[in-house]
């Protein structure tokens, strides 16, 4: 389709977006296609007149947002049948959603649903600059596209799905605890019987992966695109690096490098382990020879994929129940935050520089808010501390005037 491959390529792809945002906003494009297919809508002719959305649609919009993708075809199958009724009549999503049988209706995530509004919001907000910058239109179509492109804008955003209390701060991601931690790395070490792997560069891959996303913190395309020339063994660092659809990478799906580039410190035994797999393990791979990716398949010697780096965990948690089931490349970023919070307490730092230096090691501008999505626990244990620390005080005091 024309309009959302233009849009795609021209505002998402151009801006150097990771390949999942870049599926997102075309989804969401799916999606909202969808539903001008559901309610008879003519977008063309709309945007011809200076028109997009009434309040009603947007309101049926929203609906639609909220439910699984299959729901929505399902709903489509059943539109033909009920439009018959009269050729004039302009059938009800609601009626829709009602007629259909079946289980209790099911939504998504809020948080998904608002994603796909922002995204049909920004599509919707494309198209109709694109049509308002054609050579000769009309000065008062422009206008009224132009009102109607704020007024929709508007709506959408005042009826964005928000998180409940259910899913809201109590049902954030955070951290895994110490002993959970320690688990891991008795089960992943190379030599342990609970080890669920059975071949030896499988068994000393996996566990370098984890303990380099323990170490850095680094998120799933980051430890993907390291390269061996990103190490520099003699000063004991490793550079992150942006490579947006680097030709000499084979895989489909790229892994990208969301954050700002920077230049991390590696400890001298992580650096041994590093330097001993890839003498080791990675040289007796044959496919590991034609590219310098630090991670590879243990059958072709590829660069190691997102699929397989996520099923890595998914045998991990299969084979080992005691596990549990968050566990995932991710939940190491925020269990590095953790450590990180404890580590600048307990050497005093201050809280200007320790934002300062969290937010260069995650890549983050120093004016990022993104911290707190990461400081979640520690943020939580100081608060219970100074609550206790507060009540005691005050019962102190009521038994010292009693």
């Not at 849009?7 to 799916?30: G, H, K, P, Q, W």
């Not at 400081?375 to 206790?388: D, G, N, P, Q």
């Amino acid at each position: 389709m024309f309009e959302p491959t233009i849009f795609s390529l021209s505002e998402v792809r151009s801006r150097n977006r990771a390949s999942n945002t870049i599926d997102s906003y075309l989804r969401s494009v799916m999606v909202f296609l969808l539903f001008l297919e559901l309610r008879k809508i003519n977008l063309e002719d709309r945007l011809g007149e200076g028109q997009l959305l009434s309040l009603g649609e947007i309101e049926e919009l929203v609906g639609v947002c909220r439910l699984p993708l299959e729901k929505i075809h399902s709903m489509l199958d059943e539109a033909p049948c009920l439009s018959q009724q009269s050729a004039s009549s302009v059938v009800s999503l609601e009626k829709l959603r009602m007629k259909s049988a079946g289980l209790p209706e099911v939504e998504i995530d809020p948080g998904s649903a608002a994603t796909r509004l922002r995204n049909i919001r920004d599509y919707l907000t494309w198209l109709a600059i694109a049509r308002m910058s054609k050579h000769g239109i009309d000065a008062s179509l422009r206008i009224t596209l132009e009102s109607s492109t704020q007024y929709t804008s508007h709506a959408i955003d005042a009826r964005l799905p928000s998180a409940s209390y259910k899913s809201g701060e109590l049902d954030q991601r955070e951290g895994l605890e110490p002993e959970v931690v320690e688990r891991i790395l008795k089960v992943i070490d190379p030599h342990s019987s609970d080890n669920p792997w059975t071949d030896e560069h499988s068994r000393c891959r996996n566990a370098l992966i984890i303990e380099w996303l323990l170490c850095f913190g680094l998120r799933r395309g980051e430890l993907l695109n390291v390269r061996i020339g990103d190490i520099k063994f003699r000063d004991g660092t490793v550079t992150v690096v942006r490579r947006a659809d680097n030709p000499n990478d084979p895989r489909r799906n790229q892994p990208k490098v969301k954050t700002k580039g920077r230049e991390i410190p590696i400890s001298s035994g992580l650096l041994d382990k590093s330097n001993a797999y890839i003498m080791n393990q990675r040289s007796a791979i044959r496919g590991a020879r034609k590219h310098d990716f630090l991670f590879i398949a243990s059958d072709t010697g590829a660069p190691l994929s997102i699929p397989s780096l996520n099923k890595i965990f998914n045998v991990l948690r299969k084979k080992c129940p005691d596990i549990p089931s968050h566990v995932f490349p991710h939940i190491f970023r925020h269990t590095w935050n953790d450590r990180f919070s404890e580590e600048m307490d307990a050497n005093k730092v201050g809280e200007e520089a320790e934002k300062k230096a969290r937010s260069y090691l995650m890549g983050w501008s120093e004016t990022s808010g993104t911290a707190a999505t990461y400081t979640r626990r520690h943020i939580r244990k100081k608060a219970r501390e100074a609550s206790l620390q507060l009540q005691h005080k005050l019962i102190e005091r009521e038994s010292g005037d009693e």
